[in-house]
C-alpha cells in the first residue's frame, strides 16, 4: 500500500495551484483594456478557480496525470454548458447535438464582434463565452503543465504571450502593473517547484546551486527586454493617436505635425489622379473634442465598408446640386490604419484587408492590414450650393453633436475678441468665415515652421493659438486651431481635418487624368464648419497653402465665381500652391522649389535594429544557461556535491539525453559512459561524489574535494558535447533544453536519444 503522501508535497501542490490562478489572473489583467470587465470577469474567476480546485483534490487521491486532465475538462465542459449553453443542454449540464450545433454560431458571431466592435468593447454573450471558455482551457493547460509536467517556465511563456494578445490587437502603452504582477507569479511557480525537488536535509546544499539566482536573472532579463529593449524597436504606434503601424511616414492625428513638416528630407507617400476639375484634399481622420490642451481625435461605431450603413449618402437639401468624382490613390510609403480618401467618399474599391467606415465623419480605418502598398479607387458626391444658398442657412442645426461646440472654461480672451473683431457687419455666417479666412490669409499671417519653436508655441492647446494670433506665424496646426476656435466662439459647430495636400503634377496623365505626387511634409490640418442643409464645409485659413473656400453665385456660369475667377468644383478645393516659404525673403516657394524630390535611399537603422534586437532575445536562453552553469561549478568547487552532479544532468538533458528520475547516479553514468562519451575517470570522481553526499553521514558536502569535483564536471560536460553530433551541440548551446526540463520531471526521462560518440 503507498505510503501516505508527505505534508511539505502536499503544501507545495497547494501553492503551485494557487500560483497558477494568480499568473491566470495576472495575465488577463490588459484585456480589461480591451474588453469592459462586466460579467464574463465574475465567470472566469470561477471557472478558473474550480478547475484548479478540481486539480488539486484529483491528484490528492492519488489518480493519473490523465484522469486529473480529463476530470477538468469535465468540469470546464459543464461550467461553459450551465452558464451560456444550458438552453439546448439535457438537464442544464450535458450537452446534446444541438448544443454543439449552436457551438459555430456563438463563436461566428464573437468573432464578427470583435472584427467590428470598437475598444473597449462591452462584451455580449458569445464574446464572454469565448472569453470565459477559452481562459477555462487555458487553466487546464496551465495547470497540466506546471503540476504534471514540472515545467513552470514553460507554462510562463504561455501566459505572457496570452498577456500580449491584447496590446496587439489594440496597441497601447505597457502595463507596468501587469506585468510586474506576471513576472511575481511566474518566478513565484519556477521558486516553489524548484524547493519541491529538495531532498530531507539538502536545502542548504540545493540553495548553494544558485537557483534562486538564476529565476532572479531570468525575471531581470525578462524586464529589461519588456521595458527597455522592446521601446527601442520600431513599435506599431509611435503616440497615442498617430494611427501609424511602424517605420515610415505615418499619419499623426494628435496635431503635433511640427517634427514631421521639419524633416530635412521628404519622401513620397502616394500618388493619385482624379477627374475632378482640380485635385480634391485627401482626409484621414477628423478631431472635435478640444480639451482646452489637445484636440482629440473622433471616436465611434464603424461598419464594414461594403456594408449598407458604411457610406450612406450625406442628409443634403433637396435644391442642393451634387457632383460626383472618382479619385485614385496609389500608397507608395504610407504605414497607417487611416485611409486617405477624398470627401464626401461613397464607395471605395480595390482595398486589400479589412477596412470599417465612419458615417459620421467618412473616415476610413483599417480593421485588419493597413495602407501601405493599397492602390485603390474612391467615388466622391460633393454638395455644390449656390452663394445665396449658402448664405441663406446658418452654421449649425440639428445634425451637430455638442461636442463641435465645446470651448475650456479658461479659453484666452484674444480669441473671442479677435473674432468678433473680424467678422463685425458680416450679413451671414458664412460671410462671417470668409472674413476669417481672408484675414488670415492676408499679409498680417506668415506661414512659418520654425517660429513656433523660436517662440514656444508649438502646439495646438489654447495658450498656443493664443500666442498664434499674438505672433502671427505658424503653420497649418496653428491656422486650424485657430480658426475652428474662433468659429466656436461666434456659435458655429467646427471640428479640425488632419489629411494630405494634393501634391504637385508629376507631368504623366493616365486615363486623361493628371497623376499628383503627394509627399510627407504635405500632411495637413484645416478646418470644417457645419452649414444645416448642406453639411460640413471644408475651409483654408493656412497663409500660402491651398486653395480658399468660396462659392459661385446663381446667376454665374458654370464654373465661374462672382469674379469670373475659375471655381473649384467644391469647397477648399486646391490647386497647386506652395507649401513652404523662403526663411530670408519670405517670399511662398513654388512647389518645385518647396518640395523635395522622393528620396529613394533606404534607411538601414531599423533593419540592422531589427536583427540585433532578435540576436540579443535569441541570445538570451544562452546566456541564461552560462550563467546557471558558472553558479553550479563555483558551488562544486566550494565543495557541493549536488552542484557537480546537476552540470552532467543539465548537459544531458541540453543534448537530448534521456535523464528519467528513477535512474540512480551510477546507472546514468554508466550509460553517459557507455553511449554519450563521457570520460570514464571524471565521470567516477563525480559518481562518488554524490552517492558520499546522499548517503554518507554528513556527507553533504566535500570539503576539500571541490576542485577536483569541478574539474570532473568540466570533463564530462566537454566530452558530452565533443562526442555529440555538430547540430545536436549547436541546439544544446543556443536552445538549452534544461531551462525548462528539469532533473526529475516527467520531460527529462523522454530524451531525443542518447549521442553516441563518433567511431
Same mark, same amino acid.
Given at each position: 500500500?503507498?505510503?501516505?503522501?508527505?505534508?511539505? +508535497?502536499?503544501? @507545495?501542490?497547494?501553492?503551485?495551484?494557487?500560483?497558477?490562478?494568480?499568473?491566470?489572473?495576472?495575465?488577463?489583467?490588459?484585456?480589461?483594456?480591451?474588453?469592459?470587465?462586466?460579467? =464574463?470577469?465574475?465567470?472566469?474567476?470561477?471557472?478558473?478557480?474550480?478547475?484548479? @480546485?478540481?486539480?488539486?483534490?484529483?491528484?490528492?487521491? +492519488?489518480?493519473? %496525470?490523465?484522469?486529473?486532465?480529463?476530470?477538468?475538462?469535465?468540469?470546464?465542459?459543464?461550467?461553459?454548458?450551465?452558464?451560456?449553453?444550458?438552453?439546448?443542454?439535457?438537464?442544464?449540464?450535458?450537452?446534446?447535438?444541438?448544443?454543439?450545433?449552436?457551438?459555430?454560431?456563438?463563436? $461566428?458571431?464573437?468573432?464578427?464582434?470583435?472584427?467590428?466592435?470598437?475598444?473597449?468593447?462591452?462584451?455580449?454573450?458569445?464574446?464572454?463565452?469565448?472569453?470565459? $471558455?477559452?481562459?477555462?482551457?487555458?487553466?487546464?493547460?496551465?495547470?497540466?503543465?506546471?503540476?504534471?509536467?514540472?515545467?513552470?517556465?514553460?507554462?510562463?511563456?504561455?501566459?505572457?504571450?496570452?498577456?500580449?494578445?491584447?496590446?496587439? @490587437?489594440?496597441?497601447?502603452?505597457?502595463?507596468?502593473?501587469?506585468?510586474?504582477?506576471?513576472?511575481?507569479?511566474?518566478?513565484?511557480?519556477? *521558486?516553489?517547484? !524548484?524547493?519541491?525537488?529538495?531532498?530531507?536535509?539538502?536545502?542548504?546544499?540545493?540553495?548553494?546551486?544558485?537557483?534562486?539566482?538564476?529565476?532572479?536573472?531570468?525575471?531581470?532579463?525578462?524586464?529589461?527586454?519588456?521595458?527597455?529593449?522592446?521601446?527601442?524597436?520600431?513599435?506599431?504606434?509611435? *503616440?497615442?493617436? !498617430?494611427?501609424?503601424?511602424?517605420?515610415?511616414?505615418?499619419?499623426?492625428?494628435? &496635431?503635433?505635425?511640427?517634427?514631421?513638416?521639419?524633416?530635412?528630407?521628404?519622401?513620397?507617400?502616394?500618388?493619385?489622379?482624379?477627374?475632378?476639375?482640380?485635385?480634391?484634399?485627401?482626409?484621414?481622420?477628423?478631431?472635435?473634442?478640444?480639451?482646452?490642451?489637445?484636440?482629440?481625435?473622433?471616436?465611434?461605431?464603424?461598419?464594414?465598408?461594403?456594408?449598407?450603413? %458604411?457610406?450612406?449618402?450625406?442628409?443634403?437639401?433637396?435644391?442642393?446640386?451634387?457632383?460626383?468624382?472618382?479619385?485614385?490613390?496609389?500608397?507608395?510609403?504610407?504605414?497607417?490604419?487611416?485611409?486617405?480618401?477624398?470627401?464626401?467618399?461613397?464607395?471605395?474599391?480595390?482595398?486589400?484587408?479589412?477596412?470599417?467606415?465612419?458615417?459620421?465623419?467618412?473616415?476610413?480605418?483599417?480593421?485588419?492590414?493597413?495602407?501601405?502598398?493599397?492602390?485603390?479607387?474612391?467615388?466622391?458626391?460633393?454638395?455644390?450650393?449656390?452663394?445665396?444658398?449658402?448664405?441663406?442657412?446658418?452654421? $449649425?442645426?440639428?445634425?451637430?453633436?455638442?461636442?463641435?461646440?465645446?470651448?475650456?472654461?479658461?479659453?484666452?480672451?484674444?480669441?473671442?475678441?479677435?473674432?468678433?473683431?473680424? !467678422?463685425?457687419?458680416?450679413?451671414?455666417?458664412?460671410?462671417? &468665415?470668409?472674413?476669417?479666412?481672408? =484675414?488670415?490669409?492676408?499679409?498680417?499671417?506668415?506661414?512659418?515652421?520654425?517660429?513656433?519653436?523660436?517662440?514656444?508655441?508649438?502646439?495646438?492647446?489654447?495658450e498656443a493659438v493664443a500666442r498664434f494670433l499674438e505672433v502671427r506665424e505658424g503653420y497649418c496646426v496653428h491656422y486650424a486651431s485657430a480658426f475652428a476656435l474662433m468659429a466656436r466662439t461666434l456659435g458655429m459647430p467646427s471640428r479640425i481635418v488632419v489629411g494630405y495636400l494634393p501634391g504637385t503634377s508629376t507631368g504623366d496623365a493616365v486615363d486623361f487624368q493628371t497623376v499628383y505626387s503627394v509627399m510627407s511634409g504635405q500632411l495637413h490640418a484645416w478646418p470644417e464648419i457645419y452649414f444645416e442643409g448642406v453639411g460640413w464645409i471644408p475651409f483654408e485659413p493656412t497663409n500660402g497653402l491651398g486653395q480658399p473656400t468660396r462659392f459661385s453665385p446663381e446667376a454665374s456660369a458654370p464654373g465661374e465665381t462672382a469674379d469670373g475667377a475659375d471655381d473649384a468644383p467644391a469647397p477648399s478645393t486646391p490647386a497647386e500652391v506652395p507649401d513652404a516659404v523662403d526663411p530670408d525673403t519670405g517670399e511662398p516657394l513654388t512647389p518645385d522649389a518647396g518640395t523635395a524630390a522622393p528620396d529613394d535611399t533606404v534607411d538601414a537603422v531599423p533593419a540592422v535594429t531589427a536583427v540585433l534586437a532578435v540576436l540579443v532575445v535569441l541570445a538570451i536562453p544562452l546566456l541564461v544557461r552560462e550563467l546557471r552553469r558558472r553558479q553550479q561549478v563555483s558551488a562544486a568547487r566550494a565543495g557541493d556535491a549536488a552542484a557537480a552532479w546537476a552540470v552532467v544532468q543539465d548537459t544531458a538533458i541540453d543534448l537530448g539525453i534521456p535523464s528519467p528520475v528513477s535512474e540512480s547516479p551510477r546507472a546514468l553514468g554508466a550509460?553517459?559512459?557507455?553511449?554519450?562519451?563521457?570520460?570514464?575517470?571524471?565521470?567516477?570522481?563525480?559518481?562518488?561524489?554524490?552517492?558520499?553526499?546522499?548517503?554518507?553521514?554528513?556527507?553533504?558536502?566535500?570539503?576539500?574535494?571541490?576542485?577536483?569535483?569541478?574539474?570532473?564536471?568540466?570533463?564530462?560536460?566537454?566530452?558530452?558535447? @565533443?562526442?555529440?553530433?555538430?547540430?545536436?551541440? &549547436?541546439?544544446?548551446?543556443?536552445?538549452?533544453?534544461?531551462?525548462?526540463?528539469?532533473?526529475?520531471?516527467?520531460?527529462?526521462?523522454?530524451?531525443?536519444?542518447?549521442?553516441?560518440?563518433? *567511431?
Open positions: 500500500m503507498p505510503s501516505a503522501e508527505p505534508a511539505s +508535497r502536499r503544501g @507545495a501542490d497547494l501553492l503551485l495551484t494557487a500560483g497558477v490562478f494568480a499568473a491566470l489572473i495576472a495575465a488577463l489583467l490588459p484585456l480589461m483594456r480591451v474588453v469592459r470587465p462586466t460579467g =464574463w470577469l465574475l465567470g472566469t474567476l470561477v471557472l478558473v478557480a474550480a478547475v484548479l @480546485a478540481t486539480g488539486y483534490v484529483a491528484r490528492r487521491l +492519488r489518480l493519473p %496525470a490523465v484522469a486529473v486532465s480529463l476530470i477538468e475538462v469535465v468540469v470546464w465542459v459543464a461550467f461553459v454548458t450551465v452558464v451560456f449553453l444550458r438552453d439546448s443542454a439535457f438537464l442544464f449540464v450535458i450537452p446534446t447535438v444541438e448544443t454543439f450545433r449552436d457551438i459555430p454560431d456563438i463563436l $461566428g458571431a464573437a468573432g464578427e464582434e470583435i472584427a467590428l466592435g470598437v475598444a473597449p468593447l462591452t462584451p455580449s454573450a458569445p464574446l464572454s463565452m469565448l472569453i470565459v $471558455g477559452a481562459t477555462g482551457l487555458l487553466a487546464v493547460v496551465i495547470d497540466h503543465v506546471v503540476l504534471t509536467a514540472r515545467m513552470p517556465l514553460l507554462a510562463g511563456v504561455g501566459l505572457i504571450a496570452v498577456s500580449l494578445i491584447p496590446a496587439i @490587437a489594440v496597441p497601447a502603452e505597457i502595463d507596468v502593473v501587469a506585468f510586474v504582477l506576471l513576472a511575481a507569479a511566474i518566478l513565484f511557480l519556477i *521558486r516553489t517547484d !524548484t524547493r519541491m525537488r529538495e531532498e530531507p536535509g539538502s536545502a542548504e546544499a540545493t540553495r548553494a546551486t544558485g537557483v534562486s539566482a538564476t529565476a532572479v536573472g531570468i525575471g531581470a532579463i525578462g524586464v529589461v527586454v519588456a521595458l527597455v529593449a522592446t521601446p527601442l524597436l520600431p513599435q506599431p504606434v509611435i *503616440r497615442p493617436g !498617430t494611427g501609424n503601424l511602424g517605420p515610415g511616414p505615418g499619419i499623426d492625428a494628435t &496635431l503635433q505635425l511640427g517634427d514631421d513638416l521639419r524633416r530635412p528630407r521628404e519622401v513620397e507617400v502616394l500618388q493619385m489622379r482624379s477627374d475632378a476639375p482640380t485635385p480634391p484634399y485627401l482626409r484621414a481622420t477628423t478631431l472635435t473634442e478640444f480639451t482646452g490642451a489637445v484636440w482629440e481625435p473622433d471616436s465611434g461605431r464603424s461598419y464594414p465598408l461594403d456594408s449598407a450603413e %458604411a457610406l450612406t449618402a450625406l442628409p443634403l437639401d433637396a435644391e442642393i446640386d451634387v457632383a460626383e468624382y472618382s479619385t485614385t490613390v496609389e500608397i507608395r510609403n504610407l504605414n497607417s490604419t487611416w485611409l486617405p480618401v477624398s470627401y464626401p467618399a461613397t464607395s471605395i474599391e480595390g482595398l486589400d484587408g479589412v477596412w470599417g467606415a465612419f458615417p459620421y465623419n467618412r473616415t476610413v480605418e483599417a480593421r485588419q492590414g493597413g495602407t501601405q502598398g493599397q492602390d485603390y479607387e474612391v467615388i466622391s458626391r460633393v454638395p455644390r450650393p449656390t452663394l445665396e444658398q449658402i448664405r441663406a442657412r446658418s452654421a $449649425g442645426g440639428e445634425g451637430v453633436r455638442a461636442d463641435t461646440l465645446g470651448l475650456p472654461v479658461d479659453l484666452p480672451p484674444i480669441v473671442g475678441e479677435l473674432a468678433a473683431e473680424v !467678422t463685425a457687419g458680416a450679413a451671414s455666417d458664412y460671410d462671417a &468665415l470668409l472674413a476669417l479666412q481672408s =484675414w488670415f490669409r492676408g499679409a498680417d499671417f506668415r506661414y512659418s515652421l520654425e517660429a513656433p519653436v523660436e517662440e514656444g508655441f508649438d502646439g495646438s492647446g489654447a550509460r553517459l559512459i557507455a553511449e554519450a562519451g563521457a570520460p570514464a575517470d571524471a565521470m567516477g570522481v563525480l559518481i562518488r561524489a554524490i552517492e558520499r553526499a546522499s548517503y554518507a553521514p554528513g556527507g553533504r558536502h566535500g570539503f576539500g574535494q571541490g576542485e577536483a569535483m569541478a574539474t570532473a564536471a568540466g570533463e564530462v560536460r566537454a566530452g558530452l558535447l @565533443a562526442a555529440a553530433p555538430p547540430g545536436r551541440r &549547436l541546439l544544446a548551446l543556443v536552445v538549452p533544453r534544461s531551462l525548462i526540463i528539469r532533473p526529475g520531471s516527467l520531460y527529462a526521462g523522454a530524451g531525443r536519444g542518447a549521442s553516441r560518440p563518433a *567511431r
